[in-house]
């Protein structure tokens, strides 16, 4: 008999949906020319770019199509966005806000533009996984030239008040103008967000939103940011015309094919899937602490994306218990798998005050397409005696059990 294999690591990435991959299949084969290219071959190509541009455009609610640049990932969105934006205001000012919680696609941009002489505020999430907006807003100066938080955290799911961040700036913008301070531009990024998230860029006020299609069941190194008309940005590829000159290089039609897609079915199916998995969810959640003692859920008191759970056993060891669960075909992760593999403890929990031992006891199950309830079941089956083990293993665990049994 094949084991039983459960994929619980959806924020990781997705699986790619069957009708993407039919969509796509030309552009692998018979629709190969370059968009760039003046030959009916070229202009054929173009047509299917330029078709899938506009369906974008259309579901983030954008004004015009011109306002989506592909690129090849949501790493690479961030980048263009946060360095881009800062390169392209550079000289009227020099400070940055973000937040604590934001992915290293984010945060390490930052950081490179720190070493080259700008200011970084990192804004505080505290114990609930949220920014604060006020507080954000108390970090601008009169040098503040963008603010970059995310929509939804990759580890958590806490969904941050974006549109309220887009409406204070856009406030602040205003009395900005009047003193003849440069505006402060807003990106944020949506990655975690598309798909099971209503996304209107002109309603949440941002300038820049990064996406990446294999978080929504699209192929994976595709990715596109949204520009906003006006909005300044430096390319960070430089070379020829495409992409309206902020991102040069032939695209990936392909994949850009099977992202408009993806987005497509995903933002179709969303009202339907989402409250399944937020039942599949719920489900796991209360199983979880009916029969495991001393489990946390993080992020439990706000609004969450639907599909992730990211849960604290306390006196264990988190990367321990991702291998025996992974014995049993149990796929979930460690805070995010760009982290993994690294011992530091999830800057996210920290940011949010988790003690560093219970943040290493800490894992995420992010559900998805795939699963059901009786993926629940066979989890439910396995993880109780998979904790109780480790923590058998652990001499606090077993000190504080003696001790409360004088
Ligand atoms: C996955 C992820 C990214 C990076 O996207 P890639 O397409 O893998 O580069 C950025 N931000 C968040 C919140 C993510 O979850």
């Not at 530091?344 to 995420?364: C, F, I, N, W, Y």
Request: net charge neutral.
């Amino acid at each position: 008999m094949t084991k039983k294999r459960v994929y619980l690591d959806h924020s990781a990435t997705t699986p790619m949906d069957t009708g993407v991959f039919e969509a796509m299949k030309p552009f692998l084969g018979e629709i190969f020319a370059n968009p760039s290219s003046v030959h009916s071959f070229g202009q054929e190509a173009k047509k299917h770019l330029e078709e899938a541009r506009d369906k974008i455009a259309e579901i983030l609610n954008a004004e015009s199509s011109r306002e989506i640049i592909f690129t090849s990932c949501g790493t690479e969105s961030n980048n263009l966005a946060v360095k881009g934006a800062a390169g392209a205001c550079s000289g009227k000012g020099g400070h940055v806000i973000t937040s604590s919680i934001e992915h290293h696609a984010v945060l390490n941009p930052c950081e490179h533009l720190q070493k080259n002489g700008f200011e970084i505020t990192l804004a505080e999430a505290g114990a609930r996984g949220t920014v604060d907006p006020e507080k954000i807003m108390n970090a601008v100066t009169d040098r503040t030239v963008m603010i970059s938080v995310m929509f939804a955290n990759n580890e958590t799911g806490a969904v941050q008040p974006v549109k309220e961040l887009g409406r204070l700036i856009a406030e602040k913008n205003e009395e900005r103008a009047a003193k003849k301070l440069p505006k402060i531009v807003f990106h944020t990024d949506a990655v975690q967000a598309a798909g099971k998230l209503k996304i209107d860029a002109q309603e949440l006020g941002v300038d820049f939103l990064s996406i990446s299609a294999h978080k929504f069941y699209g192929p994976k190194g595709v990715g596109c940011l949204y520009v906003r008309r006006g909005a300044k940005l430096e390319p960070l590829l430089h070379g020829g015309h495409h992409e309206r000159n902020l991102r040069a290089g032939t695209e990936n039609l392909a994949g850009i094919v099977g992202m408009a897609k993806a987005l497509e079915l995903a933002v179709l199916g969303m009202p339907k899937e989402q409250e399944r998995l937020a039942e599949l969810r719920d489900k796991f959640e209360k199983s979880l602490k009916k029969e495991i003692p001393e489990v946390t859920i993080n992020a439990a008191g706000v609004e969450r994306l639907s599909s992730v759970t990211s849960a604290s056993f306390s006196c264990v060891e988190g990367e321990a218990l991702l291998l025996s669960l992974d014995l049993e075909g149990i796929a979930c992760s460690t805070g995010s798998a760009c982290a993994s593999g690294s011992l530091e403890p999830s800057h996210v929990l920290k940011a949010m005050g988790v003690d560093p031992a219970l943040a290493q006891g800490t894992l995420r199950f992010s559900f998805g397409h795939g699963n059901t309830e009786d993926d629940v079941d066979y989890v439910m089956s396995v993880l109780p005696a998979a904790v109780e083990k480790l923590r058998k293993m652990s001499p606090i665990w077993k000190n504080r059990k003696t001790a409360e049994k004088k």
